[in-house]
């Protein structure tokens, strides 16, 4: 059955935390071992009431395989570590932590870009200078300078340039508008708890996610958990928006 938790500004009240499957499975592959190497311990590997050595002192014959049960054999080896493979590589952090986890890399991500952008841009500044020549040329002899400029030097752009420039400046929106989000969601405590309980609800890390995402043009979060757990929310940051004339207030645009 598909699990789905949806927030609509909403808050989830928090339930007792319980343990992560895999720190369930490695106490259960740990406990079957720790049982074998117990009964070894209080029968074999000691001196004493109720020991094999005491047995044999007093000319008592212990039956043959009675020493198999405190063997340990290589499924449970196996699979004790397997567990603690599993959970090294598990994260636990909260839901506060793990949004500021991916607010961090999509602020990296963003300068990245953004340094992408001012190289991209740079390949492209002729065409400032283009129109700085063209704004004034308004005699003809100012507009013969102009065309003996671009004849003596090359000013064109490419349109593979201009892809460059377009995907970094897109990227720069995107990551942008991504930390926002995260950011916005690690300090929403109403969100954070409602993350934090539907992962102790289904046992499982928060940070276990396959992806976790942000639509701002609907303003939702959906978090996926493999295929049949996921959790969304939303409305969550309508007062948070910014707009081109917010963005751009001291800077003309054109839509």
């Excluded at 311990?41 to 004493?48: E, L």
């Excluded at 990245?112 to 500044?125: F, P, Q, R, W, Y």
Aim: charged letters at 15%.
């Amino acid at each position: 059955m598909l699990k789905k938790l949806l927030l609509i500004g909403a808050f989830l009240s928090v339930t007792e935390a319980h343990a992560d499957a895999t720190i369930d499975d490695l106490y259960a592959t740990a406990a079957i071992i720790k049982n074998k190497i117990d009964l070894s311990t209080q029968t074999f590997a000691r001196y004493g009431a109720g020991t094999a050595d005491l047995m044999a002192h007093q000319g008592k014959i212990v039956e043959t395989g009675i020493s198999s049960y405190a063997l340990i054999n290589t499924d449970m080896v196996t699979n004790y570590n397997a567990a603690v493979n599993k959970v090294i590589a598990t994260s636990y952090l909260n839901a506060k932590e793990v949004f500021l986890v991916e607010h961090t890399e999509s602020i990296s991500k963003m300068h990245v870009a953004i340094n992408e952008l001012v190289g991209a841009t740079s390949k492209i500044s002729t065409v400032a200078v283009v129109a700085e020549l063209a704004i004034d040329a308004d005699t003809t002899q100012e507009q013969l300078q102009v065309q003996q400029a671009l004849v003596q030097t090359d000013m064109t752009i490419t349109e593979a340039d201009v892809t460059e420039y377009n995907t970094a400046l897109v990227n720069v929106e995107t990551f942008a508008q991504q930390a926002g989000a995260f950011l916005s969601a690690a300090n929403d405590t109403s969100i954070t708890s409602a993350v934090d309980s539907y992962s102790a609800q289904n046992n499982i890390a928060v940070a276990s996610y396959s992806a976790i995402e942000y639509t701002q043009n609907i303003d939702k979060f959906v978090i996926n958990y493999g295929t049949n757990l996921y959790m969304s929310f939303q409305g969550s940051f309508t007062d948070k928006m910014v707009t081109a004339s917010d963005l751009y207030v001291n800077t003309s645009y054109n839509q």
